[in-house]
């Protein structure tokens, strides 16, 4: 048609594809989710109230509309239950991730400064387990970490303790559970940064002047930053919706929020209330991702 | 340039360096003096980098000793030696400005904030980079980058300054201009440099020359030297182009300060001055494509001067300001002339046509390996 037009019709096709996603995957079933955080429960089917029914005309479409309230949001800041849960999700989530990248930038590193042919093997040792479902794995770890379990075990065998000690459903276990089930995801982006910084720039670092730990700090850190950044909200992010973990390992006294959320789903059958939790637990996570794309793009501009 | 009295200030003695089985550096010697442009030549592969790397620290030699200044810098860790180097590839600090990428080695050198101000400033003038101060590394163009590296690695004023291929990722324009500033900046800062290069870009900005081949300093000479008198058929075949003949040399006339040399295009004088040869000695006689005369029509070789060869031109190769002519001797040899394109219209040749050919024996170099 003009010579304006850049893409040709499959190229614009491709284009909005990753939005047509978003909107059908993401947007629509959001919209159910909010509207039902918004309504009420009630002994029906669906179990709330109101039921929007496009059949029924545009009067009481309107009434419907009216019904709705922000009484669950109200209801979830007023409990301490959901705050404290909210909080400890955040906690755990925090913690965790500050474990993950302790031990995950040291290996990261160390398996980029392997020589070059066992590189793929450390990186398959880290896959590998990932071949295995996940609750088989964390139920494993409730047999390594039960009573009679290997640990224990091991433990007396080795005479470091003289009665077993209580490991299961400990804060202990759970963070152990956390940090061996997420470790890939921190240690991928930050290897795939390290591994892809150039030698050349710690010769330069050390020809001007670094001794070694200085040119870490000055060079191969401030530039593995992005993959710092990756890892942290790869972990941090599922983790602090993180379920299956806490409710298989962690003590039964404090709940993270999705195992409250789920208490109210299944348990409580109080689908809008479950609604709201899941709503404000996704504006909670969207502030780091937008301080990380802030971030991100400062980083993009700055290198033009 | 170089020094006349004195310990040079950088002696490297005997130096070995092996890669597993293969001997990169091998049993290498050279002084280099105080305020010498110093360029090291060579095909890729031919050890001028790992010897540049033992300067800077970071490889060590398996044999041998370094002394800069008297001191034996062998074993002296990189960051220790007051030796810089400007890298191939430049290796800026992508997350640093210009100006945090310059005062970089000032800052752990641990000078005065203010000290390290001034030199900046300093430096970004030298290399003229004003106003670029805060921009990172990739919105430089490529003769920016090379500048910030240059400005970088002079900042802390190191007794030498190793530059490893510094025109290597410029264009050509570019390269020209960067090379007359660098022979300008080291002649103002009367600082050592040392540029390792696989290019005879090094001929016009060296005082001296050092061209290695498979870890050996095969002619260490200032750059007329080497290119008037290589001191082998490696040496003249690498730098610059040349014709190579092979030949026996069959008369010597002391008197008359002459050498006759048969080869396949019959007798060849040459003046006896370069090599002390011997009568039935094989040599190979070198000749640079411009020292040769060519003239249209066989006439001037029927008249039988002094090495002077009949034959056709084959091909023209125009160049600009040269042309490259190819001619078949009648003898079957094939031997390269330049000649300048000094009018812009007239005396041109055609490919096919009859030639004479001749040149002085003072121009032919007389080589024994």
């Known amino acids: ?304 | 340039m170089i020094a006349k009295s004195g310990a040079p200030l950088l002696r490297i003695a005997s130096v070995v360096k092996r890669f597993g089985g293969v001997t990169a550096v091998d049993d290498l010697s050279l002084d280099i003096a105080a305020g010498e442009f110093f360029a090291l030549l060579g095909p890729s592969g031919c050890g001028k980098t790992t010897l540049l790397r033992m300067l800077a620290g970071f490889e060590t030699p398996d044999a041998g000793a370094i002394h800069l200044d008297g001191q034996d810098i062998a074993h002296v860790m990189p960051h220790e030696r007051p030796v810089n180097m400007m890298f191939q590839n430049y290796a800026l600090f992508p997350h640093l400005s210009v100006e945090g990428n310059i005062s970089f080695g000032l800052k752990r050198a641990g000078l005065p904030k203010d000290e390290i101000a001034s030199r900046v400033a300093e430096m970004i003038a030298l290399v003229r980079l004003e106003g670029l101060q805060t921009r990172r590394p990739d919105q430089l163009s490529g003769g920016q980058r090379q500048r910030v590296a240059l400005a970088r690695s002079l900042a802390r004023r190191p007794q030498v300054l190793l530059l490893d291929e510094p025109l290597g990722a410029l264009d050509k324009k570019l390269r020209e201009s960067t090379q007359s500033e660098l022979m300008e900046l080291q002649r103002r800062l009367g600082m050592t440099f040392i540029i390792v290069t696989h290019d005879q870009e090094a001929m016009t900005v060296a005082d001296r020359i050092g061209v290695m081949d498979k870890g050996r300093l095969v002619q260490v000479a200032p750059p007329r030297e080497l290119y008037e008198a290589p001191n082998s058929r490696w040496v003249a075949g690498f730098v610059g182009d040349i014709n190579l003949i092979e030949g026996r040399v069959t008369a010597i006339h002391r008197d008359l300060d002459r050498v006759v040399v048969t080869t396949s295009q019959a007798g060849v004088t040459v003046a006896a001055r370069t090599q002390v040869v011997s009568t039935g000695d094989a040599v190979c006689l070198a000749i640079r494509p411009e020292k040769i005369t060519l003239t249209a029509g066989d006439e001037a070789a029927g008249a039988g001067g002094t090495n002077s060869f009949a034959g056709v031109l084959t091909d023209i190769n125009y160049i600009g300001g040269l042309s490259m002519y190819r001619v078949r001797l009648d003898s079957g040899a094939m031997l390269k002339v330049a000649r300048a394109n000094a009018r812009r219209t007239g005396d041109r040749f055609a490919s096919g046509q009859r030639v004479s050919l001749s040149f002085a024996p003072e121009d032919v170099v007389v080589l024994d390996r």
């Not at chain 1, 080795?158 to 559970?177: C, E, F, Q, R, V």
């Not at chain 1, 997420?182 to 910084?197: E, V």
């Not at chain 1, 000055?218 to 950044?229: A, K, M, N, Q, R």
Request: glycine share 6%.
């Open chain 1, 1 to 304: 048609m003009s010579g304006r037009r850049i893409f040709t019709r499959p190229a614009r096709l491709a284009a909005i594809a990753p939005y047509l996603w978003m909107a059908l995957f993401f947007l629509v079933p959001f919209g159910f989710v909010l509207k039902i955080a918004l309504s009420q429960t009630a002994i029906a089917q669906p179990p709330y109230v109101p039921v929007f029914d496009l059949t029924a005309g545009w009067s009481a479409f309107k009434t419907a509309l009216s019904a709705l309230s922000f009484d669950n949001f109200k209801l979830l800041a007023s409990d301490d239950l959901y705050i404290l849960s909210y909080l400890r999700s955040l906690v755990v989530a925090l913690v965790s991730t500050a474990i993950l990248l302790a031990i995950g930038y040291p290996a990261a590193y160390g398996m980029s400064r392997l020589p070059q042919r066992w590189q793929p093997v450390a990186m398959m040792l880290v896959i590998v387990p990932f071949w295995t479902s996940f609750l088989i794995r964390i139920y494993s770890w409730i047999n390594v970490l039960q009573h009679d379990g290997l640990l224990n075990k091991t433990l007396l065998a080795l005479g470091i303790i003289d009665k077993p000690l209580a490991w299961l459903a400990t804060d202990s276990a759970m963070y152990l559970g956390i940090v061996y089930s997420y470790f890939p995801f921190m240690i991928l982006p930050l290897y795939a940064t390290l591994s892809k910084l150039d030698d050349t720039l710690l010769e330069a670092a050390a020809d001007l002047g670094c001794s070694r730990l200085k040119a870490f700090w000055l060079v191969t850190f401030p530039l593995s930053l992005p993959g710092v950044g990756a890892g942290v909200l790869l972990c941090f992010i599922p983790i602090v919706g993180e379920f299956v973990i806490p409710d298989l390992l962690a003590g039964s006294d404090r709940m993270m929020i999705g195992q409250t959320l789920w208490l109210e789903f299944f348990t409580n059958k109080d689908w809008p209330v479950a609604s709201a939790i899941a709503v404000v637990l996704l504006v909670v996570l969207l502030l780091p991702l937008l301080v990380y794309e802030k971030l991100q793009r400062r980083h993009l501009e700055a290198r033009g």
